[in-house]
């Protein structure tokens, strides 16, 4: 069986949809904090049981009968590293056969301040004996048209990412490829480094913004601790507006960038543009 954590979060549930076209429910096991939010899921046949990143005696019974785990990196940040400790231990207890991890794109040489506990994991992963292999994940397209609205809204696409290029994918198509891998081969030891096919700056972001909506939206870039500021002033948490504006300044040394080109070749197509999500996100509104 295969087991996915976090799986009524955005990516697991997308990893869910992605597994059931490989194979059949019964295979699949959907772990979450919260049974009851993850109905939907059960009603199409997925076992769904409970573990709690932050509750280990949850994950050894969730664990059981497990082959494949993908391990979705917690969104609890400074917490990150002891949470996932705890997964790694009880799947080595319970005889999990491969470890698949959510990670971040060049993780062990990464500028961007949220790698720090993702090059731990994967340490803590080196360490466990425990066969496993890294997704590490570059940007999700999602990341920056959340705040398309805004920007619409102000003609402005705020930032701190200068002319950086970003090479972000679709959140789905970070979730194929991790069901492309958990029901691969051989994938233990790999490290994939997945980006999208294309990149471009947040100038040309907000170019496309204005092409496709009709309303003239302009980048404005803006020195880190002024951006972290207006990300505070808007209501942020503080760790987030933190995370933001850091990897935005991170983007600008080329954190975010990559050109191999693994993601589509996971997928066996191109990634998605991110015109065509930008497309989607500007007809729900």
């Given at each position: ?30 772990l979450v904090r919260d049974p009851l939010k ?89 360490n466990s004996g425990v066969p496993y292999v ?112 850091d990897s935005d300044s991170a983007a600008a ?33």
């Open positions: 069986m295969i087991a996915i954590t976090g799986a009524t979060g955005q990516l697991g549930r997308l990893v869910i949809t992605a597994l059931l076209e490989h194979v059949q429910a019964d295979q699949v096991v959907a993850a109905e939907d899921i059960a009603e199409r046949g997925v076992d769904v049981r409970h573990a709690d990143y932050s509750q280990p005696s949850t994950l050894g019974t969730a664990l059981v009968g497990v082959e494949k785990l993908l391990l979705i990196s917690s969104n609890e940040l400074g917490q990150r590293v002891e949470q996932h400790q705890a997964v790694i231990d009880a799947a080595k207890a319970a005889g999990v056969k491969l470890v698949a991890y959510t990670s971040v794109l060049h993780a062990d040489t990464s500028a961007l301040g949220l790698a720090e506990e993702h090059r731990q994991t994967e340490h803590a992963l080196q890294l997704l590490r994940n570059g940007w999700y397209h999602e990341n920056y048209l959340a705040g398309v609205g805004s920007a619409l809204a102000h003609h402005a696409l705020l930032g701190s990412a200068e002319d950086g290029r970003i090479s972000s994918a679709s959140r789905a198509d970070y979730a194929e490829a991790a069901a492309v891998v958990l029901t691969g081969s051989d994938q233990a030891g790999k490290v994939y480094e997945l980006a999208g096919d294309d990149s471009y700056s947040l100038s040309e972001l907000a170019a496309l913004i204005t092409r496709q909506s009709g309303t003239h939206v302009a980048y404005q870039n803006l020195p880190e601790a002024e951006y972290r500021k207006v990300l505070l002033d808007i209501g942020l948490p503080e760790p987030v507006a933190e995370l933001l504006a040394k080329g954190a975010l960038f990559d050109d191999g080109k693994q993601l589509s070749g996971l997928l066996g197509r191109p990634t998605t543009p991110v015109a065509v999500s930008l497309q989607q996100a500007l007809a729900t509104g």
